[in-house]
């Protein structure tokens, strides 16, 4: 193990730098890239069993028909915490989190460009997340409203803790828009010389784009939270119709930003199964413009879809199929992506590492999550699946094999770097196989039971919906349990391990793998050369 | 699990038309109108155009997985970039986007049909229950979950509609054009009945509109589909479908009925009889956020038990039920109770749980704070 570390030490010592600070400073003042993506990468996997044991809570209760483990108030406590701490606690901070750590390894940067500002967007979201999850033990509860807290119900039917929920949203916030400046400064300027953007690997460009969208769209959510704080407290009508306001506004705004959020927690992910895929096929990925172009294309049309959510409040005709249509042309990037995932495989030669078998699991569940999306983009047809558990099918077949899938893949894949130890790969394959058919389990009845006509957020449902749901609670059981397997094995790759070197997988490429495992505290002080095959055109 | 292995087989092959037992439901029901029928059609095109893409897409993943491993010796190929290839795969999705388009235009429009309704009803959404008024025609009433407490607490057998059942449903005519008027008076509601798809948001201050023309008569139930608080999981939606005779019939005896109330207001209550009364509406109406033992859910729902309000005078009690609390959850129910309910109800109130104030509140004082109001 010292020797592997060896290297790493005499380099730090050569560019007249020091190794982290000692103790519990060293996380708090810390400016290295590496440390604070550590950071990201620990909360947002606390974030992930916190989400999830709420998911456990809802599924407990839903196990069987009738009331039995929680009230109904609750249980909408619940489901809004879940999806708030879920997307903005456990998937917007774990791709910071691969961001921090991965992009100046990939761009060949010392760190990223603004260092202290990324301390502060770190150390904001614990503050906001505990603001918010402490707001479960005041009197009149939590958030009830939903993740997506529609007004009225979110401002003048709200639980006092509601003000506490928008200052963390506004917290939250703050923290992903200068997260997003960081990446956007670090991609433009800080690229090894030779490496023009069109050379950089896919995840540096699906996480420009994202960070592009995020600062787009962020100020949204802060903007209507605000008109939400000013309607509780201020006297406003921005949601009241007795006030001239409009509920419906509400959700025009929610929207705008909620729509490219998806985006937010699905680009990433494109990249780094990007890298995966050609890695374990041994073979280049098939069309590398033409993915950087579809991924531009879907975050454009990710602002001009927004009301797809909306095809029942009652938009006039007109409307509905302006959103239906724009939001079917989304397949068609969408498809690009996927075609080009299989081409890269086809005629490859086919190794299935753990990352590799989350990733191919992240493109087929993937598909069959834009298949039902592609479903409800028929407004016609939205009509009967809108705000049922089919549109839940939906979201957690995109979000859990895309996003989380795509995590567990990059985490895989970039642990012997960020450790220098290789996992435990019988471990790493049961925690797949574990995760595949608890995920299959737990999701795939809830597209029958949405389609026979089970609305979604109701704690206690007829008897034709008893037998699916308990499938889908005994999935969703195995799948929660499975992911202390995911930390039993990132704890047990941390503490030792087959040494690994510095590039762990034969048909990899990239910046990342030139570098010592573990990377040194510091590395690229001095811009690299770039690899002959990195230099190709 | 293994109850139903008929079923399993159905649903791995996904036939849906066949009757399987009721509890593994894998699709959309066709339903009970032309429309219900387009969009069901609609979505079984759709989803076997998808059917068929992931076949295709799969099987070469597939193909290239069990193939191309490199146990097998596999060497890798090196090629990238095709542009035949890549504007093929741009442009072949893109036309069956647009064979997709056509049939889901289509629909839409029969839906969006703006012809003339033969009856108008207003549907208005109330945190949690349904108010259903026939326009023009001095019928309204509430339609209240009718599950007992007892089910939803497992103390007693769930029976077949278990929480898609109500205490009055909404009647309608069979062969008849029927447009609802939708909107709410406090948080955002969804008015859905699968089998007639008609989902349309019920949204406080607007109306929204949407309509059906049923074929055949029958019971079709649905729920509300937009998360409006605690009891939003227990505010279903039933509609019974009556041949036009019938619904005739039914609607002069809700006539009568509304005739007899009117009659009730003018009789002479005495306490007693208005408590028993009252003890009712307060179970329909009041106990969801208030508790049925008046002990209330604080601080969202305050409790009536030893409340200052419903132990202290009696006109600022009446004035508060039926004018309701602003900014807060309470409801305005002057105008949702009628006269004698109102009075019930608060009797009931002020001589239960302990709160012995001995009084009463009859349907002429409600009456009289009405008339005061529309002066």
């Not at chain 1, 600070?21 to 604070?36: F, V």
Request: net charge negative; aromatic share 14%; charged share 15%.
């Amino acid at each position: 193990m010292s020797a592997v570390i060896e290297p790493g030490h005499t380099e730090a010592a050569h560019d007249h730098a020091h190794g982290p600070a000692r103790g519990l400073s060293r996380w708090l003042l810390t400016t290295n890239h590496k440390d604070i993506g550590t950071l990201y990468l620990w909360f947002s996997f606390c974030m992930f069993l916190l989400g999830g044991s709420m998911a456990m809570v809802i599924r407990a209760e839903l196990f069987q028909p009738g009331l039995q483990i929680v009230e109904p108030a609750f249980f909408n406590q619940m489901t809004t915490m879940h999806g708030l701490v879920m997307v903005f606690g456990a998937v917007m901070p774990a791709f910071v989190g691969l961001a921090n750590w991965m992009i100046p390894l990939m761009i060949g940067a010392p760190d990223m460009a603004l260092p202290r500002m990324n301390n502060f967007s770190f150390w904001l979201l614990p503050a906001a997340f505990g603001l918010l999850v402490s707001t479960l033990f005041t009197a009149g509860g939590g958030p009830n409203f939903g993740w997506t807290f529609y007004a009225p119900l979110s401002t003048t039917y709200a639980p006092e803790s509601v003000t506490y929920f928008i200052f963390a949203i506004h917290l939250m916030g703050i923290s992903s828009i200068m997260g997003a400046i960081n990446v956007v400064a670090t991609v433009l300027n800080l690229r090894a010389p030779g490496m023009t953007l069109m050379k950089m690997p896919l995840f540096c460009w699906t996480w420009l784009i994202t960070a592009f969208l995020l600062i787009a769209v962020m100020p949204v959510l802060a903007g209507v939270v605000t008109m939400m704080l000013m309607d509780i407290h201020f006297g406003t009508s921005f949601f009241n119709a007795a006030g001239g306001g409009d509920p419906v506004l509400f959700q025009h705004v929610f929207w705008f930003f909620g729509h490219p959020e998806v985006y937010i927690m699905i680009l990433p992910a494109f990249g780094a199964v990007s890298s995966i895929i050609p890695t374990f096929s041994r073979k280049p990925l098939f069309g590398y413009t033409s993915m950087v172009y579809a991924t531009a294309s879907i975050a454009f049309l990710s602002f001009i879809v927004w009301a797809h959510h909306m095809f029942v409040v009652g938009v006039p005709l007109v409307g509905e199929l302006f959103f239906m249509y724009a939001t079917m042309l989304i397949a068609v990037p969408t498809g690009v992506k996927v075609f080009n995932w299989v081409s890269t495989m086809w005629q490859g030669s086919l190794t299935f590492e753990t990352p590799m078998l989350f990733a191919v699991a992240f493109v087929i569940l993937f598909t069959i999550g834009g298949f039902s999306g592609l479903m409800l983009a028929i407004a016609p047809a939205d009509f009967q699946y809108h705000d049922t558990y089919f549109v839940v099918a939906h979201f957690h077949y995109v979000l859990v094999p895309g996003a989380i899938f795509g995590i567990f893949a990059s985490a895989y894949y970039w642990l012997p770097k960020w450790t220098g130890h290789m996992y435990d790969e019988t471990l790493g394959r049961l925690h797949f196989w574990l995760s595949f058919v608890g995920m299959n389990v737990a999701f795939f009845p809830m597209h029958f039971v949405g389609l026979a006509g089970m609305p979604r957020r109701i704690p206690d449902y007829n008897l034709q919906f008893a037998d699916f749901n308990m499938v889908s609670s005994i999935g969703a059981f195995t799948f929660g349990a499975t992911q202390l397997l995911f930390l039993f094995i990132v704890i047990k790759c941390i503490r030792g391990g087959r040494p690994a070197p510095a590039k762990p997988w034969d048909g990899a490429h990239g910046l990342e793998w030139t570098v010592p495992s573990p990377a040194p505290y510091h590395t690229f002080s001095t811009p690299p050369e770039l690899p002959v095959e990195e230099r190709q055109p | 699990m293994t109850r139903h292995p008929s079923a399993w087989m159905s649903f791995l092959l996904w036939l849906p038309f066949e009757t399987v037992q009721a509890a593994w439901t894998v699709n959309m029901a066709p339903g009970a109108t032309a429309t219900s029928r387009s969009v069901f059609d609609l979505h079984m095109t759709i989803f076997w155009i998808c059917v068929a893409i992931g076949v295709v897409v799969f099987s070469v993943m597939i193909w290239s997985m069990i193939l191309h491993r490199r146990s097998t010796g596999q060497q890798p190929a090196h090629f990238h970039e095709h542009t035949l290839v890549e504007v093929a795969w741009t442009v072949v999705p893109l036309v069956i986007l647009v064979v997709m388009a056509i049939p889901a235009t289509r629909t839409l429009i029969q839906i969006y049909d703006p012809s003339e309704s033969e009856l108008d009803v207003q549907v208005t959404g109330y945190q949690w229950k349904w108010h259903y008024k026939y326009l023009g025609q001095d019928v309204e009433f509430f339609s209240n979950l009718a599950t007992p407490i007892e089910q939803i607490h497992n103390q007693a057998d769930k029976d077949d509609h278990y929480l898609l059942e109500v205490d009055q449903p909404l009647v309608v005519p069979v062969g008849t054009k029927v447009r609802f008027l939708i909107t709410a008076t406090d948080v955002i509601h969804s008015w859905w009945v699968p089998a007639l798809a008609v989902k349309k948001d019920a949204i406080p201050g607007f109306i929204n509109e949407s309509w059906t023309r049923i074929d055949k008569p029958g019971i079709y139930r649905g729920q509300c589909t937009e998360l409006c608080g605690k009891d939003h999981g227990f505010m279903p939606v039933v509609v019974e479908a009556k041949s036009k005779e019938d619904f005739a019939a039914w609607l002069a005896d809700k006539k009568a009925e509304v005739a007899k109330l009117k009659e009730l207001t003018d009789k002479e209550w005495t306490r007693e009889e208005l408590v028993a009364r009252g003890d009712k509406v307060y179970h329909t109406t009041c106990a969801a956020c208030h508790q049925p033992e008046g002990q209330g859910l604080p601080p969202m729902f305050p409790a009536l038990k030893g409340s200052k309000i419903v132990t202290g005078p009696k006109e600022k009690h009446l004035s508060t039920v039926f004018h309701g609390v602003p900014g807060t959850a309470m409801a305005a129910f002057g105008k949702q109770l009628s006269e004698v309910d109102l009075a019930a109800v608060i009797t009931y109130e002020r001589n239960a749980w302990g709160n012995n104030d001995g009084d009463m509140v009859t349907p002429k004082d409600v009456l009289a704070l009405k008339q005061a109001e529309e002066k």
